[in-house]
């Protein structure tokens, strides 16, 4: 089975001190891999390379087979790597709907137009919807996002990188700040 990410003697040094010495990582279709160390054991400086947020200093990064390495960050979305961050990033005067629908309307490519087809306004509000029951937020859709519990705030935050339609969504620490319900319902 062809690696969905690769990555071959990634390194990063920032100053005298090596956060990322020599990793090589494959990740196949379908697995889940967890990344586990103390604070500044270098988790975000990886996940930051593999996103494109941070360029390494040496090595290659793969994904479906094509070099990434040099690739910008939003280059990286459109091929279907997303990250979400230790800081929740959502729109928060907006609603969980209209967050859904930005997220949603950026994956398909179009931009929003005073004249367009009704058609698609629909197709991009019921994948909104869609989202919203698969992270558990279909009840709150009309809700203001900075309303949202921080928890809730989370699971928007997946939700937006979802609407992306990844296929690898990288979580860097998906659980920060969250209470054993919360993270129950996260997870």
């Known amino acids: 089975m062809t690696p969905?990410?690769?990555t071959q003697g990634l390194l990063k040094h920032f100053g005298g001190l090596l956060v990322t010495n020599q990793c090589n990582l494959t990740i196949l279709p379908g697995e889940i891999?967890?990344?586990?160390?103390?604070?500044?054991?270098?988790?975000?400086?990886?996940?930051?390379?593999?996103?494109?947020?941070?360029?390494p200093d040496r090595g290659?990064?793969?994904?479906?087979?094509v070099d990434i390495t040099h690739l910008p960050?939003?280059?990286?979305?459109?091929?279907?790597?997303?990250?979400?961050?230790?800081i929740t990033n959502i729109f928060p005067r907006h609603t969980v709907l209209e967050n859904l629908v930005l997220s949603v309307q950026a994956a398909?490519?179009?931009s929003y137009r005073f004249w367009q087809p009704r058609r698609r306004e629909q197709e991009l509000f019921a994948r909104a919807a869609a989202v919203g029951e698969q992270i558990g937020l279909h009840t709150?859709?009309?809700?203001?996002?900075?309303?949202?519990?921080?928890?809730a705030q989370r699971q928007l935050?997946?939700?937006l990188a979802l609407g992306c339609r990844p296929k690898l969504l990288l979580l860097d620490e998906p659980l920060a700040g969250?209470?054993?319900e919360e993270s129950a319902n996260m997870i």
């Open 4 to 6: 969905l990410l690769e």
């Open 33 to 55: 891999h967890a990344l586990i160390g103390p604070n500044g054991a270098g988790k975000t400086t990886l996940i930051r390379q593999l996103s494109g947020a941070l360029a």
């Open 60 to 65: 290659r990064i793969f994904f479906n087979s």
């Open 73 to 86: 960050m939003h280059r990286r979305a459109q091929r279907g790597l997303t990250q979400t961050f230790q």
């Open 108 to 110: 398909t490519g179009h």
């Open 140 to 151: 709150h859709l009309d809700t203001v996002a900075n309303a949202l519990s921080h928890g």
């Open 157 to 159: 935050e997946i939700g």
């Open 178 to 180: 969250m209470g054993l």
